[in-house]
């Protein structure tokens, strides 16, 4: 039991490093050119030098959406992560982990929200792309999808023994 908890604990902690990576580096779409590797994320653009992303008056309600929904998700997973360090110290034998589940769960929302919107707003359409891909905060984002529903899961079925 003590291996599994250790286990759910590193791998929520990596969530928590990957949700902060995936939001603060600006490498979300990218476009591999001949003139260089320009890339966008949510807040800058970034070819040799960093600049404001440049969003239409029509997308940036979307964008300001996903900022905050992946800063959200930031949020309820630091909550969940503590609410599991003091739940394992307080709880009694047989008890359940479920307000961490549930945080986490809430967590696992937001990266769904905040990721769905971006793919549908933001995916292929940038006008100064020719040849766009996703970066890798695009992909770490959907990693902190799938580990945080996972983690959510485990925490609600989960039992301090």
Same mark, same amino acid.
């Given at each position: 039991?003590?291996?599994?908890?250790?286990?759910?604990?590193?791998?929520?902690?990596?969530?928590?490093?990957?949700?902060?990576? #995936?939001?603060?580096?600006?490498?979300?779409?990218?476009?591999?050119?001949?003139?260089? +590797?320009? #890339?966008?994320?949510?807040?800058?653009? $970034?070819?040799? +030098?960093?600049?404001?992303?440049?969003?239409?008056?029509?997308? *940036?309600?979307?964008?300001?959406?996903?900022?905050?929904?992946?800063?959200?998700?930031?949020?309820?997973?630091?909550?969940?992560?503590?609410?599991?360090?003091?739940?394992?110290?307080?709880? *009694?034998?047989?008890?359940?982990?479920?307000? +961490?589940?549930?945080?986490?769960?809430?967590?696992?929302? $937001?990266?769904?929200?905040?990721?769905?919107?971006?793919?549908?707003?933001?995916?292929?359409?940038?006008?100064?792309?020719?040849?766009?891909?996703?970066?890798?905060?695009?992909?770490?984002?959907?990693? $902190?999808?799938?580990?945080?529903?996972?983690?959510?899961?485990?925490?609600?079925?989960?039992?301090?023994?």
């Amino acid at each position: 039991m003590l291996v599994l908890l250790a286990g759910i604990f590193v791998v929520h902690i990596a969530t928590v490093i990957m949700l902060f990576v #995936s939001t603060i580096a600006n490498v979300w779409m990218v476009n591999s050119s001949v003139s260089g +590797t320009i #890339s966008s994320g949510l807040w800058l653009m $970034c070819n040799k +030098t960093c600049s404001q992303l440049p969003v239409s008056s029509r997308d *940036e309600a979307s964008l300001k959406a996903v900022q905050a929904f992946m800063i959200l998700s930031i949020i309820f997973s630091v909550v969940a992560l503590i609410l599991f360090i003091i739940q394992l110290f307080t709880l *009694e034998k047989g008890k359940r982990f479920y307000m +961490t589940g549930a945080v986490m769960l809430v967590c696992w929302m $937001c990266i769904l929200i905040a990721v769905s919107i971006y793919t549908a707003r933001f995916t292929g359409k940038r006008p100064y792309f020719t040849n766009p891909h996703h970066g890798y905060c695009f992909i770490l984002a959907w990693i $902190c999808f799938c580990f945080s529903f996972i983690i959510g899961i485990l925490y609600l079925v989960l039992r301090k023994k």
